[in-house]
């Protein structure tokens, strides 16, 4: 099969990259916003108020072991819901036909939503980070790791969100994820607390929940401590990585969801 | 000289994974420059085709050739070739029309400078760029169809695919995008069209496929395809009133009022001999038109027809 040419491709690609992210600028009382407020009243609430009475987690004042979980959910959130929204809005709508139609390969597609799910995120983890820093200090341990996990996170997060938007049929199908499975895990995934305060059992348990691994490596790189070791967060960021990028370009290839 | 196939469909199948055959087999070839008619009663796999022929579908079997790029072998080769513009309308209604055209621009890999230009000279040919600042969806349905060929037109594709491109577009503007389609076509845009309004295909296309059941049943030059009409019915206004229809040898005459009349000309006859019959019983005709579309009468013979077979068959 003859491969698409690579200047088509990159235009296409910075063509995407830059929709998606005029889009988020374009609705940023609906993009950037809501998680700010939403993390400020969590640093109010939880960091602030409640606490100061819980005292130390992990070694750190409280507000300062929760701060990298907060900024790392509003990460995932923005991440998965900026290209679950787009993309099924474009399938939805139909202009995602714009795309189907043109020459751009699958992988062009996948990574210039991934990429305005990726800026979405960041923008909001950036936010988020600058309301920490009105509740508690952050002394950044190891600033690459930070950003490696952020950014993988992320990718990780937006090519979910991808897959979600190709199988939704319908607007009630792009809720269903995000309310009944990533935020029970979000919530369960180290944000709030460390697993050693947990029973055995359910300390097991949090292995297999993939956001603790997320959580954990951001957690390692702001304050240099985390549940789990940090080349085990890396592999699994990036098994999750590989899966999701395959399935995503399996689905497009195969029109699944996308034609018929 | 020898043309190249703008587009060469071979054995196209597809059924629908609820079952429903919506392509049984279809062979068809546009030839370069071609203004070419896809006809066919709703549901007959028109939009199955071009859905194919575009990518939005997936086929079940057959090959499709668009300029000699196959779909199947050299697919982004033969998609660079193809502009579309869709039945539905499918565009970001909350983007601007040059948003809207800059970006499909870009996602045939011209360069936003390039692409500036481009869509510049397409809205305005499409007589949009007053508007290129509004939302799509503060639009009129024909200023939104033709945002839709703008946008198809936006990479100069070599064969652009028009599925019922005037559908609910009032007749002023239709007849000014069949101006400009002409226009392009002449220019060297290969062009196949699928339109319920037969009076379009008849005045635009010289070549013509008629598809029903998902299979093509007449395939020929428009020409031809009117020629092999038998038959054509026209509507005499009489300028003197009768009480019922004169009996003309050798044609059929019926009376729809008082001052108008119905007659039958047949292959061979000649309307000179009908007006010597009418002037000898001093019938005087102030004027006359067919009582359908030429094309038409073909279209709904050859569907019926087929209809009266299936009614027949085990099916």
């Known amino acids: 099969m003859s491969g698409a040419p690579l200047k088509i491709q990159l235009v296409g690609l910075y063509t995407i990259v830059r929709k998606e992210t005029s889009r988020v600028a374009r609705i940023w009382v609906q993009t950037i916003v809501p998680p700010a407020i939403t993390m400020s009243l969590y640093f109010v609430i939880f960091g602030n108020l409640i606490g100061r009475r819980i005292g130390d987690m992990g070694g750190f004042d409280y507000m300062q072991f929760m701060a990298p979980g907060l900024i790392m959910m509003s990460v995932i959130t923005s991440s998965y819901g900026n290209v679950v929204s787009s993309f099924f809005g474009a399938k939805f709508q139909g202009y995602l036909q714009e795309m189907l139609v043109s020459p751009l390969s699958g992988w062009v597609i996948i990574l210039g939503h991934v990429m305005g799910g990726v800026v979405r995120g960041l923008a909001v983890g950036a936010i988020v980070t600058v309301v920490t820093l009105f509740f508690t200090e952050i002394d950044v341990k190891h600033p690459f790791i930070a950003f490696a996990v952020l950014i993988l996170t992320a990718m990780v997060f937006s090519m979910a969100g991808m897959i979600n938007a190709i199988f939704a049929r319908k607007f009630d199908d792009i809720a269903i994820i995000p309310a009944f499975i990533l935020a029970p895990l979000t919530y369960l995934g180290g944000v709030f607390y460390t697993t050693s305060l947990l029973p055995d059992f359910w300390a097991g348990l949090s292995k297999f929940n993939p956001i603790l691994y997320m959580v954990n490596g951001f957690r390692y790189g702001i304050i240099g401590v985390s549940d789990i070791s940090i080349g085990s967060a890396f592999a699994v960021i990036l098994i999750f990585l590989v899966l999701f990028a395959v399935t995503c370009y399996y689905l497009i290839h195969k029109g699944i969801g996308l034609r018929d | ?315």
């Open chain 2, 1 to 315: 000289m020898c043309r190249m196939k703008a587009l060469a469909i071979n054995s196209l199948t597809k059924t629908y994974p609820n079952g429903i055959r919506a392509l049984r087999g279809i062979d068809l070839d546009v030839e370069e420059g071609d203004f070419f008619a896809l006809l066919g009663p709703n549901g007959a796999g028109k939009t199955t085709t071009i859905g194919i022929i575009t990518s939005l579908v997936n086929k079940t079997a057959g090959d499709i050739r668009v300029f000699g790029h196959s779909l199947d072998n050299d697919i982004y080769a033969a998609k660079a070739c193809i502009g579309v513009v869709p039945q539905e309308i499918n565009m970001n209604l909350y983007e601007s029309c040059y948003d809207i055209v800059m970006n499909q621009a870009g996602y045939y890999g011209i360069p936003r400078s390039q692409a500036a230009v481009h869509t510049e000279a397409m809205l305005r040919q499409l007589q949009l760029w007053d508007r290129r600042d509004d939302q799509a969806r503060g639009l009129s349905g024909g200023m939104k169809r033709r945002l839709m060929i703008a946008r198809a037109l936006v990479h100069s594709p070599k064969l652009l695919i028009l599925d019922e491109p005037t559908a609910g577009v009032d007749i002023e503007i239709r007849r000014s995008m069949w101006g400009f389609l002409k226009e392009i076509n002449e220019q060297g845009t290969t062009i196949i069209l699928t339109t319920h309004y037969l009076e379009e295909a008849e005045t635009l296309c010289r070549n013509i496929a008629i598809i029903d059941d998902g299979r093509i049943v007449e395939n020929d030059r428009m020409s031809a395809i009117l020629r092999k009409l038998h038959q054509e019915v026209f509507v005499l206004d009489l300028v003197n009133p009768l009480d019922a229809a004169p009996v003309l040898a050798d044609f059929k005459v019926r009376s729809v009022s008082e001052s108008e009349l119905e007659v039958e000309v047949g292959k061979g006859q000649s309307i000179n001999d009908l007006f010597s019959l009418l002037n000898e019983r001093g019938i005087a005709v102030s004027s006359m038109r067919n009582k359908t579309n030429r094309l038409e009468e073909l279209f709904i013979r050859l569907t019926q027809r087929k209809d009266a077979s299936i009614e027949g068959s085990d099916r």
